[in-house]
């Protein structure tokens, strides 16, 4: 059984800084592909952010340099570092293990106020 814990989410005021994190149990976050997602209000799930097995990275274009990937394989978490928030950073974010077979967890409150 795969279970995703997100966390650290909260309410910032544009600039700050937040740290995500997804505590994986069942799976290995080393071992498996990786991504966060988020969905704002309204719309639809978008892709924010995938670290492969190699530990390479890939971010979506609205957050490159601005967020930052990590993944402790002792603790078994994924981490998302964000820095100078936006309010259009605001959204519900998810972590997804897995590609074809993939799991979520039940997603983290992002909330940035102008």
């Known amino acids: 059984q795969v279970r995703l814990v997100e966390s650290g989410g909260g309410s910032v005021q544009a600039g700050g800084s937040l740290r995500l994190s997804c505590a994986a149990s069942?799976?290995?976050?080393?071992?498996?592909?990786m991504n966060w997602f988020r969905q704002a209000a309204g719309k639809q799930r978008e892709w924010v952010a995938g670290?492969?097995?190699?530990?390479?990275?890939n971010y979506a274009d609205s957050v490159k340099g601005r967020f930052t990937l990590s993944r402790d394989n002792l603790q078994n978490i994924l981490y998302l570092q964000m820095n100078a928030l936006k309010p259009e950073d605001t959204a519900i974010y998810y972590c997804?293990?897995?590609?074809?077979?993939?799991?979520w967890g039940q997603g983290t409150q992002v909330t940035v106020s102008s």
């Open positions: 997804r293990a897995g590609c074809v077979v993939a799991y």
């Open positions: 670290i492969r097995t190699d530990g390479s990275t």
């Open positions: 069942g799976e290995q976050v080393s071992t498996a592909f």
